[in-house]
DNA sequence: TGCCAAATGTCAGTGACTGACATACTCTCC
DNA sequence: GGAGAGTATGTCAGTCACTGACATTTGGCA
């Protein structure tokens, strides 16, 4: 089990030891972050952490926040084949929706718990809500696009898609924070407001409450 | 005529002063920017060209973006007044829909013009679009407790206005990203592609398409 | 074993941003 | 109009994220 994507089994030792670096880099660093805080925390400190050179964080992450957004990493493409396994007569929202859904019971739960983790980080310091909203705002393009190609339709005239991709990353985004300001730790909340959230959305800005 | 904010009437030498170091600053910035790009150009270069220190530039801007991101500030508060005044039949979206387009109808042709050269230099930088998103979920926050106090509902426990200002927000975002990408430069055409793009909204998430 | 390519370390440098302190300027009160 | 208070600015030193260049090590492979 695992994330069911990573086709590259690490054959080499050479493959395994970067693997191992990286793990480590990103274990050193949310360890860190945790004890001291993110700002508080220099890539110095995380890389001598995992007993690499400053130099060498900086080959493996373009930046200190994509550490943080590594957790997030290959959900997207989890998501992207969920949509696509979803029957062509559910709408777009909707099928984002149950693709969200059906995404996060395959995960691995080392995983989810992780993305957990980084996500309530993200929400102790601008700087990494600015990454992260930067980071939602180019998996929403490929979620455009994939919409588009799924109802047939031209991504580049047709603004539908694009305006989906937008109102449902805006509203997990919306979820994120509400379960991040609850207090809450559980993850399952976590997804079940989301899904809460994108079950209301259309009938909130349709109707007059 | 204005800005129909800024009830801050320079009245001594050291406001006056104070205002036009500002100005200069966001002229320097903006017209080197434009020359030689964002990335390109430093802070010492601005600051020069404005004639003060560099540190009189951090005293005046928090960062480099802040100095484009500046351009929209003031249109915030607009758009909440506009909210305010519209009628309470509207829908919460209709509401935000119609106050955009006064706002729009209510503002210099100077400070829209300086709106439209900071929005086409946000779309040719990732850090300057990471800052503009953070600086949406702030206001998207306070746009969702005036959704809330309009309808008298509880933001604490309807998720409902913070849904409908993400759902504001990410649309007149993705306008944004359009009318950028579609090379056009007529400022009615922005305003237009946003309304455009609220109207169609509700329809592209509840219906299959 | 020996060659090639990839990974890493070291070093010097850039540029955004900050705190501390001294100086110059504006405002106000008399 | 001048003294004192408060504010804006310049200067300087320093931190930290991030990068290019080059040398060194290390794993893959003939």
Redesign the pocket.
């Given at each position: 089990m695992g994330t069911a994507i990573a086709e590259h089994r690490p054959t080499?030792?050479?493959?395994r030891?970067?693997a191992r670096?990286r793990e480590a880099l990103v274990e050193a660093g949310m360890r860190l972050f945790g004890e001291r805080g993110y700002q508080a925390?220099?890539?110095?400190e995380i890389a001598a952490s995992a007993?690499?050179?400053?130099?060498?964080f900086?080959?493996?992450f373009?930046?200190?926040?994509e550490l943080v957004l590594a957790a997030q990493e290959g959900m997207d493409e989890l998501l992207y084949q969920a949509v696509r396994a979803r029957p062509l007569q559910e709408c777009a929202l909707t099928a984002a929706r149950n693709a969200l859904r059906d995404q996060w019971e395959l995960s691995d739960t080392a995983v989810m718990h992780a993305q957990g983790e980084a996500l309530r980080l993200i929400d102790t310091n601008t700087d990494l809500l600015a990454a992260q909203l930067r980071y939602c705002h180019e998996r929403q393009e490929q979620l455009a696009a994939l919409l588009a190609e799924r109802a047939g339709v031209d991504p580049a005239t047709d603004p539908r898609p694009g305006l989906v991709a937008a109102v449902f990353f805006a509203t997990v985004q919306n979820g994120h924070t509400a379960w991040c300001r609850s207090g809450r730790t559980d993850l399952k909340e976590l997804v079940a407001t989301m899904l809460d959230h994108l079950d209301q959305v259309g009938e909130a800005i349709t109707t007059n409450w």
């Amino acid at each position: 089990m695992g994330t069911a994507i990573a086709e590259h089994r690490p054959t080499g030792l050479r493959e395994r030891k970067k693997a191992r670096t990286r793990e480590a880099l990103v274990e050193a660093g949310m360890r860190l972050f945790g004890e001291r805080g993110y700002q508080a925390t220099t890539t110095e400190e995380i890389a001598a952490s995992a007993d690499v050179s400053q130099r060498t964080f900086f080959r493996y992450f373009g930046s200190k926040e994509e550490l943080v957004l590594a957790a997030q990493e290959g959900m997207d493409e989890l998501l992207y084949q969920a949509v696509r396994a979803r029957p062509l007569q559910e709408c777009a929202l909707t099928a984002a929706r149950n693709a969200l859904r059906d995404q996060w019971e395959l995960s691995d739960t080392a995983v989810m718990h992780a993305q957990g983790e980084a996500l309530r980080l993200i929400d102790t310091n601008t700087d990494l809500l600015a990454a992260q909203l930067r980071y939602c705002h180019e998996r929403q393009e490929q979620l455009a696009a994939l919409l588009a190609e799924r109802a047939g339709v031209d991504p580049a005239t047709d603004p539908r898609p694009g305006l989906v991709a937008a109102v449902f990353f805006a509203t997990v985004q919306n979820g994120h924070t509400a379960w991040c300001r609850s207090g809450r730790t559980d993850l399952k909340e976590l997804v079940a407001t989301m899904l809460d959230h994108l079950d209301q959305v259309g009938e909130a800005i349709t109707t007059n409450w």
